[in-house]
């Protein structure tokens, strides 16, 4: 008798136990604070964040208007009025950049939320796309006349050097990424890390697999680079997977290794989201914890989740559950 009711008290602490402290896997949805951003019913998306202002590329007056919002004050406000087409925005303190084509290309603009004016970045007859910006520098991907991305650029406000920092890089997805003097794109085979101090170029490639084709989507932020490959070789997956370089170990791993197909890396310090599954319609978004090593679901239902964007602790996506894409934040907790 005396062993049976010490086993059910092991059992029955065992179970309180589980309860207070739940194993962590990529099913398990954080304890989080969610939120509708837009309720408009056009299109939102293309979402960036800095600290407590969000932008995104809004579809309610005909055609594409750069939209922000503060999370404090939660008010909304129209950046462009224009009735040409803006896209892309990217933002850095009060500073935003975006394309617009009002000029019958697109060129870069950029609009100061301190002084409420907006400045013409790019002047070209070519399409400047892809705009990132950090501190005072400004960076875009030129297209060329057949409408493919070609170089990427970099321009110091402060300074007005413009430089010209890939050429006809094979295959170039476009897409590119900027943290301090760091500029990260990718091309048919590898990831690409600029260094603006030192003019310098590396290749960033993957270990222990045969290789790492069709790089995309690169981020870079703090000490890591994150971007998505297909890795090919034995016990690869064959599906997009995420990989994660360290600036401060000068290695590279893979993050995920699995059927699904995971795209849009985003980071920010020590904290990585993405997209998973996007390919079947109902895409959600994953978070990873490079301290802890965990990963946390923070999206699970039949909707379509697309366009993490993440500073600090707070992620904004898009979200099609109301018949529309919307953007939505959530607020995730200290792990």
Same mark, same amino acid.
């Given at each position: 008798?005396?062993k049976?009711? &010490?086993?059910?008290?092991?059992?029955?602490?065992?179970?309180v136990?589980?309860i207070?402290?739940?194993?962590?896997?990529?099913?398990a949805v954080p304890?989080?604070?969610?939120?509708?951003?837009?309720?408009?019913?056009? %299109?939102?998306?293309e /979402?960036?964040i +800095?600290e %407590?202002?969000?932008?995104?590329?809004?579809?309610r007056n005909?055609?594409?208007?750069?939209?922000a919002?503060?999370?404090d004050? &939660?008010?909304?406000?129209?950046i462009?009025?224009? @009735?040409?087409?803006?896209?892309g925005?990217?933002i850095? !303190?009060?500073r935003? #950049?975006?394309?617009s084509?009002?000029n019958?290309?697109?060129?870069?603009?950029?609009?100061?939320?301190?002084?409420n004016?907006?400045?013409?970045?790019?002047?070209?007859?070519?399409d400047?796309?892809?705009?990132?910006?950090?501190?005072d520098?400004v960076?875009?991907t030129?297209?060329?006349s057949?409408?493919? @991305?070609q170089?990427?650029?970099?321009?110091n406000?402060?300074?007005?050097?413009l !430089? &010209?920092? *890939?050429?006809? $890089? @094979?295959?170039?997805t476009?897409?590119? %990424?900027?943290?301090?003097?760091?500029?990260? +794109?990718?091309?048919q085979?590898?990831?690409?890390?600029?260094n =603006?101090?030192?003019?310098?170029?590396?290749?960033?490639?993957?270990p222990?697999v045969?290789s790492?084709? *069709?790089?995309?989507?690169?981020?870079?932020?703090?000490?890591f $680079?994150? +971007?998505?490959?297909?890795p090919?070789? /034995?016990?690869t997956?064959g599906?997009?997977? #995420? =990989?994660l370089?360290?600036?401060?170990?000068?290695?590279? !791993?893979?993050?995920?290794?699995?059927?699904v197909?995971q795209? &849009? /890396? =985003?980071?920010?310090g020590?904290?990585i989201? +993405?997209?998973?599954?996007a390919?079947?319609?109902?895409g959600?978004i994953?978070?990873?914890?490079?301290?802890?090593?965990r990963?946390?679901r923070?999206?699970n239902?039949?909707?379509q989740q697309?366009?993490p964007a993440?500073?600090?602790?707070?992620?904004?996506?898009?979200?099609?559950?109301n018949?529309?894409?919307?953007?939505?934040?959530?607020? #995730?907790?200290?792990?």
């Open positions: 008798m005396r049976n009711l &010490k086993l059910n008290f092991l059992l029955a602490l065992a179970a136990l589980v207070i402290n739940p194993l962590s896997d990529a099913r304890q989080r604070i969610t939120a509708r951003i837009t309720a408009n019913p056009a %299109d939102q998306y /979402p960036a +800095w %407590d202002i969000v932008v995104w590329t809004d579809l005909g055609n594409g208007d750069i939209y919002y503060d999370l004050t &939660k008010t909304e406000r129209r462009t009025t224009d @009735p040409a087409e803006e896209s925005p990217a850095f !303190r009060e935003i #950049v975006y394309s084509r009002r019958g290309n697109y060129d870069i603009y950029l609009y100061n939320l301190s002084t004016t907006e400045r013409q970045i790019t002047s070209t007859n070519e400047e796309l892809h705009p990132v910006i950090f501190g520098l960076g875009w030129l297209y060329n057949s409408h493919l @991305p170089d990427v650029y970099l321009l406000l402060q300074t007005g050097e !430089r &010209k920092i *890939s050429t006809n $890089a @094979p295959d170039f476009g897409r590119i %990424d900027l943290f301090q003097a760091r500029v990260m +794109w990718a091309d085979h590898f990831a690409q890390l600029y =603006a101090r030192t003019g310098e170029t590396r290749q960033l490639s993957v222990l045969q790492f084709d *069709s790089p995309r989507y690169p981020a870079v932020d703090g000490r $680079a994150v +971007w998505t490959g297909r090919t070789g /034995p016990y997956s599906s997009f997977e #995420v =990989a370089y360290d600036f401060s170990t000068n290695l590279t !791993r893979l993050l995920t290794n699995d059927s197909e795209s &849009k /890396p =985003a980071i920010s020590d904290r989201v +993405w997209v998973e599954d390919d079947m319609g109902d959600d994953i978070l990873y914890d490079i301290d802890s090593g990963t946390h923070l999206t239902d039949s909707f697309d366009d993440i500073w600090g602790r707070r992620v904004v996506y898009t979200d099609n559950r018949g529309d894409r919307d953007i939505y934040l959530a607020v #995730v907790p200290a792990f």
